[in-house]
């Protein structure tokens, strides 16, 4: 099996390292000094880089981490920070360090999103697709378009380790408690969540058994979210499009 572990970058983000051995690969490098420093203190060689999408706090590290390490890239047809020597898309697979990891077409946040998907491994790495307790803006794709995509994710295996490049898990999960109030799992997981921040931990990976249960981007079918968007007035169509837009709009308020 592989061993998937935290790089702290910026202010909230995550680079994954996933390992085996003396060999790795990391998912999203938006800068380089945090993975070369985390190379060097565990003796790891960088194989490959991972890029879910072009944005410059998961790929602004990419040039300089081939540079220094000639490793190669696999990252999404289209991309604004391509081209990159591997482009890939649903359907393909990568191989990671001997592990196949699916990848799937996730547009919404950006129209060139992808994601890596490991069914040995139970691994998700969904870059700004999914986080805990949310989702990303909709900055290039349509409300629409994100739902269909996290409805896609929700269809993988409950055990599903998610692997998402935020820490927005508290302020995330706190909106969803302004959703559905009277969630019990919600408000015990933000609980766990609140004492693992206090220790400095990550919250992430979740799970999409966990998400299902908690996050309100992926409960548009729940008569508690229904009910509270029309009794906030923010209901103007009740299919799972018009309540998912509804929640989007809220929380880029809140």
Known sequence: ???IS???????NYIWLITRENQGF????GEPGPVLSALEARGIELAGILVTHHHFDHTGGVDALKAETNCEVWGPPNSPAGPYEHIVAEGDTVSVLGTDFDVLNVPGHTLDHIAYYSPTQQALF???TLFVGGCGRVFEGTPPQMRASLEKLSRLPGNTSIFCAHEYTLANLRFARLVEPENAELRDFLATCEQKREQNEPTVPSTISVELSCNPFLRWDSPDVRKTLEAT???????PDGIFTAVREWKNTA
């Open 1 to 3: 099996m592989l061993t």
């Open 6 to 12: 935290p790089i702290n970058a910026f202010s909230d």
């Open 26 to 29: 990391v998912v999203d490098p």
């Open 126 to 128: 969904c870059g700004d």
């Open 233 to 239: 007035g923010r209901l103007i169509d009740d299919s």
